[in-house]
């Protein structure tokens, strides 16, 4: 029952309990997680050059809804229900495309691009009184930009974007110019990789917050941030972030690289990671070259998909030796070794020796915070 799945938490112990076995296994838990933070919070779910001339969209399916993301021809951006308000078909079935309208495959209703009924074939008496072209068009989302990266928004009336997110980035790296400096708009995906993990999205999201494992599963990670071995972690220290180890120039799995640098870094942003987890479902990577970004969407309470994506400055991509995978399987073999062990641990989540819980070591007490974030949304409290 909802009553039992509280944690014991108190941020004066040396040792904190975590959240009990049954918040992650609970369909309950689960349903008001959907509801309550991923219904009401903003999400990534793509980026803006993806869809930069008007026709051109991106579909995604997020917390059990088929989304729409297409540029009208006045330009603006919006974001609908992929979903045709007469039967309920699928409009647009491709991940991405481009359309000068939107025209369902069953019935052939079709939408103009920001969202209104633009017709019903073959059906006089329908146009009139029946269908009233105003109440069908196609349902909204709510769409914002943030660096380059497309939000949206579930609720009716959400505050802004910013509201959400940069509140975590100064409590992260101390401000919003660090943030800046990396020009996430103009950088453009190299590489993508995606992840079916058979874990819930809470222990995903509590992994990336701390390092106290990084010592025991990441080798390659390790080698390259010497400081992660032992297993302080940069995520709850404002403004911190890990130094390479010396002699490595670029955060790959060599270290070696041939990449300029990101236009706008500074020379204190030279090897130097920084690493942040935005609640409730990205952890973005900041690199002198490149940055990296997951997405994590719960599918049930068992199973979460990550979206992780490499990007990189679109000069050095155009370039005819512009080989990305250096990079990417650094990062890709610590993805890896970080899902195995939520898989690990999800798979135990329903044993009675974890009935109430496990413990934070004071290297993980950081974690804590994430709880009361949780709880709060869905409306528990920690014991």
């Given at each position: 029952?909802?009553?039992?799945v509280?944690?014991?938490g108190n941020?004066?112990s040396?040792?904190?309990?975590?959240l009990?076995?049954?918040l992650?296994t609970?369909?309950?838990?689960?349903d008001?997680?959907?509801k309550h933070?991923?219904g009401?919070s903003?999400l990534f779910?793509?980026?803006?050059?993806?869809?930069?001339?008007h026709g051109?969209?991106i579909?995604t399916?997020?917390?059990?809804?088929n989304?729409?993301i297409i540029?009208?021809?006045d330009?603006?951006?919006?974001?609908f229900?992929?979903v045709c308000r007469?039967?309920?078909a699928?409009?647009c079935s491709?991940p991405?495309?481009k359309?000068?309208?939107?025209?369902?495959?069953?019935?052939?209703?079709?939408?103009a691009l920001?969202g209104?009924l633009?017709?019903?074939p073959?059906s006089?008496?329908?146009?009139?009184?029946?269908?009233d072209?105003?109440?069908?068009g196609?349902?909204s989302?709510?769409?914002?930009?943030?660096?380059?990266?497309?939000?949206i928004n579930f609720s009716?009336?959400p505050?802004?974007?910013?509201?959400?997110?940069n509140?975590?980035?100064?409590d992260?790296?101390g401000n919003?110019?660090?943030?800046?400096r990396?020009q996430i708009?103009n950088l453009r995906v190299?590489?993508?990789?995606?992840?079916d993990?058979?874990?819930n999205?809470k222990?995903?999201?509590?992994?990336?917050?701390?390092?106290?494992?990084?010592s025991?599963i990441h080798?390659?990670?390790?080698?390259?941030?010497p400081e992660?071995?032992s297993?302080v972690?940069?995520?709850?220290?404002?403004g911190?972030?890990?130094?390479?180890k010396d002699?490595?120039?670029?955060?790959?799995?060599?270290g070696?690289g041939?990449?300029?640098?990101?236009?706008?870094?500074l020379?204190?942003?030279d090897r130097i990671?920084?690493?942040m987890?935005?609640?409730?479902h990205?952890?973005?990577n900041?690199?002198p070259?490149h940055?990296?970004t997951h997405?994590?969407f719960?599918v049930?309470?068992?199973r979460?998909i990550?979206?992780?994506?490499?990007?990189?400055?679109?000069d050095?991509?155009?370039?005819d030796?512009?080989e990305?995978m250096?990079a990417v399987e650094?990062?890709?073999?610590?993805?890896?070794?970080d899902?195995?062990a939520?898989?690990?641990?999800?798979?135990?989540m329903?044993?009675?020796a974890y009935e109430n819980?496990g413990?934070?070591?004071?290297?993980?007490?950081h974690?804590?915070?994430?709880?009361n974030y949780?709880?709060g949304?869905?409306?528990?409290k920690?014991?």
């Amino acid at each position: 029952m909802v009553d039992d799945v509280m944690y014991k938490g108190n941020v004066q112990s040396k040792i904190q309990s975590t959240l009990k076995g049954n918040l992650y296994t609970s369909p309950e838990i689960f349903d008001l997680e959907k509801k309550h933070i991923f219904g009401k919070s903003w999400l990534f779910v793509g980026y803006e050059y993806d869809v930069a001339e008007h026709g051109q969209y991106i579909t995604t399916r997020v917390n059990d809804e088929n989304v729409l993301i297409i540029r009208g021809k006045d330009m603006v951006l919006r974001a609908f229900l992929n979903v045709c308000r007469h039967r309920g078909a699928t409009l647009c079935s491709e991940p991405c495309g481009k359309a000068k309208a939107l025209r369902c495959p069953y019935h052939s209703w079709t939408y103009a691009l920001d969202g209104s009924l633009a017709g019903v074939p073959s059906s006089i008496e329908c146009r009139g009184e029946l269908i009233d072209s105003g109440n069908y068009g196609l349902a909204s989302v709510n769409l914002q930009i943030w660096h380059g990266m497309i939000w949206i928004n579930f609720s009716e009336n959400p505050e802004s974007v910013e509201h959400q997110l940069n509140k975590q980035i100064t409590d992260r790296l101390g401000n919003l110019t660090t943030f800046g400096r990396y020009q996430i708009p103009n950088l453009r995906v190299g590489h993508t990789k995606e992840y079916d993990v058979k874990a819930n999205w809470k222990i995903i999201v509590e992994n990336f917050q701390e390092c106290y494992h990084c010592s025991s599963i990441h080798p390659e990670l390790t080698d390259a941030l010497p400081e992660f071995r032992s297993g302080v972690g940069t995520q709850n220290r404002v403004g911190a972030g890990a130094f390479f180890k010396d002699g490595i120039e670029y955060f790959s799995l060599s270290g070696k690289g041939y990449r300029q640098k990101l236009k706008g870094l500074l020379p204190e942003d030279d090897r130097i990671y920084y690493g942040m987890t935005i609640v409730p479902h990205v952890f973005i990577n900041l690199t002198p070259d490149h940055v990296i970004t997951h997405r994590i969407f719960p599918v049930s309470p068992e199973r979460s998909i990550v979206i992780c994506d490499w990007l990189f400055d679109p000069d050095e991509m155009a370039r005819d030796d512009f080989e990305p995978m250096d990079a990417v399987e650094l990062f890709h073999r610590v993805n890896e070794q970080d899902f195995a062990a939520c898989q690990w641990c999800h798979e135990n989540m329903g044993s009675r020796a974890y009935e109430n819980g496990g413990i934070l070591v004071p290297l993980e007490q950081h974690v804590s915070k994430f709880y009361n974030y949780v709880l709060g949304a869905i409306g528990l409290k920690a014991e």
